[in-house]
């Protein structure tokens, strides 16, 4: 199993804050005969009548030297994890979410490109405050 990521528990803990019950952690997903260890299944009860909402979340910290070089490591999780769980019938009803700091929001994810990226590849973002153990926005 993979190491968690320095802002895996106030994420967890920011995530609580918003009503979701947190199901798995890690989430695991077979593949290939080994297993995709996703950072997080949660899942937030809508109603006594309706089914509950199950999202995956994959945490990110972008502290790498080169933010170029985490982008493309945490696109090619988020799209693999992506189309793994589309094939997987305990998690294909799981809405997948890239989790990153608020920092890490402004500086990487607000940049021209990387806002084209995300809108072409469909990808759901998280963003959070680590200090304040609060999510900031949802983007999906």
């Known amino acids: 199993m993979s190491a968690k990521d320095i802002f ?6 920011a995530l609580q804050k918003e009503g979701w019950t947190i199901t798995h952690d890690p989430l ?17 009860l809508i ?3 309706r089914d509950g909402e199950r999202i995956a979340v994959e945490i990110k910290s972008f502290l790498k030297p080169s933010p170029v070089q ?17 094939e997987s019938p305990d998690n294909a009803d799981r809405t997948l979410y890239l989790a990153v700091r608020e920092e890490t929001y402004r500086v990487v994810f607000s940049k021209s490109q990387t806002l084209r990226l995300i ?14 153990e609060v999510i900031i926005l949802w983007i999906s």
């Open 8 to 13: 895996h528990e106030p994420f967890v803990r």
């Open 28 to 44: 695991t997903i077979p593949f290939d005969g080994t297993e995709l260890f996703v950072d997080i299944g949660a899942e937030r």
């Open 47 to 49: 109603g006594a009548v």
């Open 70 to 86: 985490d982008l493309k490591e945490a696109v090619g999780q988020y799209i693999l994890y992506g189309d793994i769980m589309a």
């Open 119 to 132: 809108q072409n590849r469909n990808i759901r973002l998280i963003v959070f405050d680590p200090d304040r």
